[in-house]
């Protein structure tokens, strides 16, 4: 099934979970201030599928035996790996880059731990587990669910594990286990999108501590009972604020703490249990996470860099600044980050890996791709504020500005540039401030920076983790130069 906004408002409406906000349990999530704006990008991005011209987002999902987003689909071949590609940056075209936990995201997740079934969940945790990794992805197809995502504890005190906190559950820890399920409490540090979201996937990152307590993956309804969330302020606009605030009227994402206070997780909804050295062959080899969430990734930030390097070159065409060198050089930079992120998007499906079970992107070029973006993209940011210098600040307050016709006199005169008249103008740099200065512009840097984990301990990993079966082949380069050089005698 593929639903359309309307479904999803419906279904929203009738099912939100419990959040807090600001001391209250949110009423509506649809109308509430704090999500209206989220709600409705969510509501477009399955209203996204049914127009003419995105038809390419609907395919015929042969596991299900009925039609579903492209987000759900398992590519068998190269060629279907290609379309997936190509509809999420249909998409991605449509959120400019921003959104990126738009529903297609868990959708693919979904998908991956369904296409491993047998060779992962089955293999290491048995028959139950590769039956619930394919139920609830059938279940996720046919009721085109949405869903939200935790992995990581609190930052209570990273210098140790969290079984070695004061509290042991303040990382979310399995406290019984029952006849029809396991009881869970404790929180993660932050679940986007959860407060308009309709299902949880909870996959901590057991790396950090292998007490197997808290090795535990599994589904669940965002309103079942025990599941909240403490949402972060809004940072949506004032009212309306589409003029002001292009990017955060549109494209604003909720994040919120995720609290599990004491709640039944039935046996058929997980699907990692108890067994935490098996995690690095789930993120890395045979299920290779990283490389699908990071292809995604790639997605997303491609579309944004694009979208940086348009931005760039309307600010700069438009106040005579692209006539400088310093300035094209900048400029030329953002387009070499477009132009390696095309090339990683190419030949990640060029050379995919073709699996019995699925062909997948290729891992080496996807997770070096979206670890080089964690400075890339905050780099194109930094090169858009060093480009328009003070002028991205003093722009008037807002549209009503452009009402008083006194005012307006002195707007057209002195707030023009030499290539945009001065509403044009305003709009434009709207928009720049909306990307590099407002709130939403910053929780995005934040987000490109962090969203796939600290670039630090991920570029290292580039290293230690991606390129380890890959060592050989260039320390060979240097060996053989050794080898030939000649051994001086004393
Ligand atoms: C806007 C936004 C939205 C997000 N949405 C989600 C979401 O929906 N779901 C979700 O699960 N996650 C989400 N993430 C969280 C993201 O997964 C984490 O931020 C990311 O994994 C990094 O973890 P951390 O923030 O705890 O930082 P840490 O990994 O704790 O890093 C903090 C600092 O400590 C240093 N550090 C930490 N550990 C070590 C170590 N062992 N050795 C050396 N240095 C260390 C790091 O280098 C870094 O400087 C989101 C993040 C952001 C910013």
Redesign the pocket.
């Known amino acids: 099934m593929i639903r359309t906004g309307k479904d999803y408002l419906k279904s929203i409406r009738e099912r939100q979970p419990v959040t807090y906000y600001e001391g209250e349990i949110v009423n509506d999530v649809t109308s509430h201030h704090a999500f209206r704006i989220p709600v409705k990008t969510v509501a477009e991005y399955y209203d996204l599928h049914w127009r003419e011209d995105h038809k390419a987002l609907r395919v015929y999902n042969r596991d299900v035996g009925e039609e579903s987003s492209i987000s759900f689909m398992r590519p068998r071949t190269k060629e279907d790996l290609a379309v997936m590609r190509d509809g999420l940056l249909k998409i991605y075209e449509f959120y400019r880059g921003f959104f990126g ?1 738009s529903p297609d995201y868990m959708n693919m997740w979904t998908m991956v731990f369904f296409a491993h079934a047998e060779d992962y969940f089955g293999k290491h945790f048995g028959s139950k587990f590769m039956e619930n990794s394919v139920g609830i992805y059938r279940e996720a197809v046919k009721n085109d669910l949405f869903y ?5 504890a609190p ?1 209570y005190d ?1 210098s140790k594990p969290p079984s070695q906190w004061d509290d042991p559950y303040i990382q979310i820890g399995v406290v019984e286990e029952r006849p029809e399920g396991v009881v869970v409490r404790g929180s ?5 999108a959860a407060p308009y979201s309709e299902m949880l996937w909870y996959l901590p990152n057991v790396r950090r501590d292998t007490d197997p307590r808290y090795a535990i993956y599994f589904s669940i309804p965002t309103n079942t009972k025990g599941v909240r969330f403490l949402a972060r302020r809004g940072f949506q606009p004032r009212e309306g604020g589409e003029f002001e605030y292009p990017i955060s009227s549109r494209f604003e994402e909720a ?1 919120a703490v995720l609290v599990l206070d004491n709640v039944l997780v039935p046996w058929d909804r997980i699907i990692f249990y108890k067994k935490p050295e098996l995690i690095e062959d789930l993120m890395w080899h045979t299920v290779s996470l990283r490389g699908w969430f990071n292809w995604h990734f790639v997605i997303q930030h491609y579309s944004r860099l694009k979208f940086l390097a348009g931005l760039a070159m309307a600010v700069a065409e438009a106040a005579g600044t692209s006539s400088f060198i310093n300035v094209q050089e900048k400029i030329g930079e953002i387009l070499i980050y477009v132009a390696l992120n095309e090339a990683v998007l190419h030949a990640s499906v060029e050379r995919a890996q073709e699996l019995p079970n699925i062909v997948r992107p290729d891992p080496y070029l996807s997770i070096s791709g979206s670890h080089f973006n964690m400075r890339a993209v905050p780099r194109a940011n930094e090169i858009l504020r060093s480009i328009t210098g003070g002028a991205s600040i003093p722009i008037p307050a807002g549209a009503k500005d452009f009402t008083n016709p006194e005012e307006r006199v002195y707007i057209e005169r002195y707030m023009a540039m030499k290539g945009l008249d001065a509403l044009e103008r305003v709009k434009l740099f709207n928009l720049l401030w909306d990307v590099v200065g407002s709130e939403v512009g910053m ?1 995005y840097e ?2 490109d920076r ?2 796939r ?2 670039p ?2 991920r570029w290292a990993q580039t290293y230690t983790e991606v390129f380890r079966d890959r060592k050989q082949e260039f320390v060979r380069l240097v060996r053989e130069i050794l080898d030939q050089m000649p051994n001086p005698k004393a």
């Open positions: 936990r939200t995502h935790a992995i990581v930052m990273r993660a540090m932050i679940s986007t994040d929780r934040q987000y962090f969203s984990g600290d630090t301990i």
